[in-house]
């Protein structure tokens, strides 16, 4: 995995993709990779990426307080796991397109080339997009080709439309995974869904407008509160050394600092360090 900062440190990395179908060793070889910073869709902070094979991928951190792995003959001290799954890079370039468009009032916006729309000051990492970005943007944009060039713009119906399809998977997706999916009421399990979807988008316009299609009130599902509990936290450029807690409320807290130390682990009676197995092992050869 490449990046743009020189890193020595060995971490594991469990990643997507499609070459994994192919047992070949030739192929696996040949997977190639970089980490971007790019914005978070929601939050616009600078959020860590990988973009493997030309698919974005979303990468979560997961870290407990003691741990390391064992690869081949080396030990890797940080026994933290970096998880990277696919993302809709629509999530990631709506945004952009938003404010590229420039819409005032009931004007809908201005035509503007791919390259220029997504050129962020600070960010090299959205060129890297441009191999997908015009297949993706397609989806839910207004093409304009003049001679050779093509012209985009953000379309709200487009949009939209894109949003009802992955309501209408999220739904199909929930209710194979958990059960309880299939006997809960509509209306919640559409919540629900909204809510997973925001945690990619911000409420305005977006959620707003698929709030008013499915008829429900944004009031209300803003209000719901989610069960707090640990899940993966998405990486950003200051995780990679200080394990943090996220909950789905948004909160994060961090697990270092002024924190109270946990008790030390009891040793049972008659147990023996794992160096000590080692050694005994050794001296036995000799």
């Not at 980490?35 to 094979?53: D, E, M, V």
């Not at 959205?126 to 093509?150: D, F, H, R, T, W």
């Not at 006997?183 to 629900?192: A, G, S, W, Y």
């Not at 299609?213 to 990486?235: A, C, G, K, M, S």
Request: proline share 4%; aromatic share 8%.
């Amino acid at each position: 995995m490449a990046s743009s900062d020189c890193i020595t440190e060995t971490r594991l990395l469990i990643a997507h993709s499609s070459i994994l179908t192919n047992t070949t060793h030739t192929k696996l070889a040949n997977m190639e990779g970089c980490l971007l910073s790019l914005r978070h869709p929601k939050s616009g902070s600078t959020t860590c990426y990988a973009f493997i094979n030309g698919s974005l991928q979303e990468l979560h951190w997961f870290k407990q307080l003691y741990g390391s792995w064992f690869l081949g003959d080396y030990v890797c001290e940080d026994g933290g796991l970096y998880a990277a799954t696919p993302v809709d890079p629509i999530f990631l370039l709506l945004p952009i397109f938003e404010e590229a468009r420039m819409k005032k009032g009931n004007d809908r916006g201005k035509f503007r080339q791919l390259d220029e729309i997504i050129y962020i000051e600070g960010f090299p990492g959205y060129q890297n997009l441009l191999p997908i970005a015009e297949n993706s943007m397609q989806v839910v944009c207004e093409v304009k080709e003049i001679g050779s060039s093509k012209f985009f713009r953000l379309d709200d119906s487009k949009v939209l439309a894109w949003l009802c399809c992955k309501v209408d998977h999220l739904k199909l997706t929930l209710k194979a995974l958990d059960q309880n999916y299939a006997t809960q009421d509509e209306k919640d399990t559409l919540i629900d869904i909204v809510l997973l979807l925001g945690e990619y988008m911000n409420d305005e316009p977006w959620l707003h407008l698929l709030c008013s299609h499915l008829w429900l009130d944004i009031q209300e599902v803003t209000r719901r509160v989610p069960v707090t509990e640990t899940f993966p936290v998405p990486l950003d450029d200051t995780q990679m050394s200080t394990p943090t807690t996220t909950t789905k409320n948004g909160n994060e807290k961090n697990t270092s600092g002024n924190r109270k130390q946990p008790k030390r682990m009891k040793v049972e009676t008659g147990s023996l360090n794992i160096k000590d197995m080692f050694s005994k092992a050794s001296r036995s050869r000799t």
